[in-house]
C-alpha cells in the first residue's frame, strides 16, 4: 500500500468510471461523484468524460452532471473507481481505490489480481468484504454502502397483501 502520510486533508478526489444515466455503474458514479462535487468542489472526473459519451447519454445529464464532465481535469494523489475489476488499470491516480461488487460467494483469480494491483477495495456490504478476502484479496477492504435517491425512487405507500411481490 502507498502511504499518503504527507496529507493532511484531501484537497481533491479523482472519480473514475462509467457515466451515463442508462446503467447501473453509470447512475452510481454519477450519483457519488455529483454528490462529493457538490459537498466539497474538488471532484476531478478522469473517465468517461463527456467528450467521450454518446450524445444520447450526454443529453439526459443533469447541469451539475454535465459540468462536473466538462470540468477541467486534473490528476490527484487519490482516486476512486468504481466499475468491475478488468477496468481498474483505468485509476492512474497515485492511490488508487477501487470500487466493485460481486453477487456470488466467490471470485475468481482474475478479479484477485486486479484487486490485489490496487491500494485499497471498497465494496457496498459487509459480507462481501469476507468474500474477497476468503478470495485472496490483499490490500485493506472497507464496506461502503451504496444509497438511494429518493426523487428517483420515491416512496410508494402500498396497501397489505396476501402475497408477497417482488
Same mark, same amino acid.
Not at 504527507?6 to 454519477?30: A, C, E, F, M, P
Not at 454535465?66 to 488499470?89: C, H, S, W
Given at each position: 500500500?502507498?502511504?499518503?502520510?504527507?496529507?493532511?486533508?484531501?484537497?481533491?478526489?479523482?472519480?473514475?468510471?462509467?457515466?451515463?444515466?442508462?446503467?447501473?455503474?453509470?447512475?452510481?458514479?454519477?450519483?457519488?461523484?455529483?454528490?462529493?462535487?457538490?459537498?466539497?468542489?474538488?471532484?476531478?472526473?478522469?473517465?468517461?468524460?463527456? $467528450?467521450?459519451?454518446?450524445?444520447?447519454?450526454?443529453?439526459?445529464?443533469?447541469?451539475?452532471?454535465?459540468?462536473? !464532465?466538462? *470540468?477541467? =481535469? %486534473?490528476?490527484?494523489?487519490?482516486?476512486?473507481?468504481?466499475?468491475?475489476?478488468?477496468?481498474?488499470?483505468?485509476?492512474?491516480?497515485?492511490?488508487?481505490?477501487?470500487?466493485?461488487?460481486?453477487?456470488?460467494?466467490?471470485?475468481?483469480? $482474475?478479479?484477485?489480481?486486479?484487486?490485489?494491483?490496487?491500494?485499497?477495495?471498497?465494496?457496498?456490504?459487509?459480507? !462481501?468484504? *469476507?468474500? =474477497? %478476502?476468503?478470495?485472496?484479496?490483499?490490500?485493506?477492504?472497507?464496506?461502503?454502502?451504496?444509497?438511494?435517491?429518493?426523487?428517483?425512487?420515491?416512496?410508494?405507500?402500498?396497501?397489505?397483501?396476501?402475497?408477497?411481490?417482488?
Amino acid at each position: 500500500m502507498k502511504p499518503l502520510n504527507h496529507l493532511t486533508r484531501l484537497d481533491g478526489l479523482n472519480w473514475w468510471g462509467w457515466s451515463n444515466s442508462k446503467s447501473g455503474y453509470g447512475i452510481v458514479n454519477l450519483e457519488y461523484s455529483t454528490a462529493i462535487e457538490r459537498l466539497t468542489g474538488f471532484v476531478s472526473y478522469g473517465w468517461e468524460r463527456e $467528450n467521450d459519451m454518446l450524445a444520447e447519454d450526454y443529453a439526459y445529464l443533469t447541469e451539475e452532471q454535465k459540468r462536473l !464532465l466538462t *470540468k477541467p =481535469f %486534473k490528476l490527484e494523489d487519490v482516486g476512486i473507481i468504481k466499475t468491475t475489476p478488468q477496468m481498474f488499470y483505468k485509476n492512474q491516480s497515485r492511490f488508487r481505490i477501487g470500487y466493485t461488487m460481486v453477487e456470488n460467494t466467490k471470485i475468481g483469480a $482474475n478479479w484477485v489480481a486486479w484487486c490485489n494491483n490496487m491500494d485499497a477495495i471498497f465494496v457496498p456490504c459487509e459480507f !462481501l468484504i *469476507k468474500v =474477497f %478476502k476468503d478470495c485472496g484479496v490483499e490490500p485493506p477492504i472497507k464496506s461502503v454502502k451504496q444509497g438511494i435517491n429518493s426523487k428517483s425512487f420515491p416512496y410508494v405507500e402500498r396497501y397489505p397483501k396476501d402475497k408477497f411481490i417482488f
